[in-house]
């Protein structure tokens, strides 16, 4: 298994750089297989997303698309792969942030009752409580 940066994502989900994004197309498209896959950490995908929205300015629906054919690829293996699930769709019905979806969603992974925040806008949302 090889791990993948954001950088790599991103330059292949972007096609911006010539030079990087044919790089990053050779390993994704033609490196990676089912018995040596790519691995995406949480932390990866979290980057991805901001970059993908804040950088890139992909709309909700757009990037909901991109992280589930992450999570739908053969040949990539997501972290804590249920949870990523989870967050996107919280993603794409609108009913918060990947981010915030996902931390919820690992609290709940871990066993806890609930998350305590003071984002009022994450609290509204499934296993967050405001303080």
């Not at 950088?7 to 990053?24: C, E, G, H, M, T």
């Not at 992974?109 to 003071?118: K, R």
């Amino acid at each position: 298994m090889t791990g993948l940066d954001t950088n790599v994502l991103v330059r292949y989900f972007a096609q911006d750089d010539p030079i990087q994004s044919r790089k990053a197309v050779e390993v994704i498209e033609r490196g990676l297989t089912e018995d040596e896959p790519g691995f995406v950490s949480l932390v990866t995908m979290v980057e991805t997303v901001w970059v993908l929205s804040r950088a890139y300015g992909l709309a909700d629906g757009e990037i909901a698309r991109v992280v589930e054919g992450m999570l739908q690829s053969d040949t990539l293996v997501v972290h804590n792969e249920q949870e990523a699930f989870t967050a996107v769709a919280a993603l794409r019905s609108g009913h918060g942030s990947f981010a915030d979806a996902l931390v919820s969603a690992l609290s709940r992974w871990a066993g806890c009752d609930s998350t305590l925040t003071f984002d009022k806008k994450a609290g509204r949302m499934d296993g967050f409580e405001v303080i």
